[in-house]
């Protein structure tokens, strides 16, 4: 009989902490005022998520997408501005 107590799939730590780090960036993005990139983290995660089927795999990867869209197009638009 093989009994493993041991549970060594780190993979739910990491998507717990990715969306963790989603969900306060969007909430001090909320706090700031910084409606843009707000909205575009919320659109970016809501269209990946729904174009991966709402699975666990879709909201990870709809979590990073956000996180980098919402962190550098807002940076690019400055800079543009410039």
């Known amino acids: 009989m093989n009994i493993n107590l041991l549970h ?47 699975s666990m795999q879709g909201g990870f990867a709809a979590m990073i997408a956000a996180l980098l869209f919402g962190s550098i197009v807002p940076l690019i638009l400055k800079w543009r501005k410039k």
């Open 8 to 54: 060594g799939d780190i993979l739910p730590l990491v998507y717990g902490f990715i969306m963790f780090l989603g969900l306060l960036i969007m909430l001090i993005k909320f706090l700031r005022g910084s409606w843009f990139s707000l909205f575009l983290d919320i659109g970016v995660f809501t269209l990946v998520f729904k174009l991966h089927g709402g």
